[in-house]
């Protein structure tokens, strides 16, 4: 039954970035009364990664991303995909070439890549940190 239903995931992830869709997994969600949202600058891990698994940037062992949602900082699926997010968050981000770089190759990124992210919302900045 189980492998049915990561079965079904992969399809459906598969279909969706066929369409252009931006895939959002939850590997380990929190619960807070104050997620993320557009206008909240926030300080985020994340490793990049191609869909073959070669890492092409990571914060991890350094600092983490520091930037405000909605601001068009940085690519929009990585935008989406940190919103609504709770410190503690982890979620692994499928960004389809349309809401990544697109037909641009930007540093080690050829054109038309699907970008993956695996990412934990470190901090809402300016928003104490619930005891959950």
């Not at 104050?34 to 990664?49: E, F, M, N, Q």
């Amino acid at each position: 039954m189980r492998l049915l239903t990561v079965l079904a995931a992969t399809i459906t992830a598969v279909a969706a970035l066929e369409c252009g869709d931006l895939v959002i997994e939850k590997p380990r969600e929190v619960s807070c009364s104050r997620p993320t949202r557009a206008g909240d600058t926030i300080k985020i891990h994340y490793r990049g990664t191609f869909t073959n698994g070669t890492e092409f940037d990571s914060s991890i062992g350094g600092e983490p991303l520091e930037f405000p949602l909605g601001a068009k900082k940085v690519i929009r699926g990585f935008d989406e995909g940190a919103r609504d997010m709770c410190p503690g968050d982890k979620r692994k981000i499928t960004i389809p070439p349309l809401l990544g770089y697109g037909d641009r190759e930007v540093g080690p990124i050829p054109p038309n890549s699907t970008l993956i992210f695996e990412t934990e919302l470190v901090e809402i900045v300016g928003v104490p940190r619930e005891n959950n």
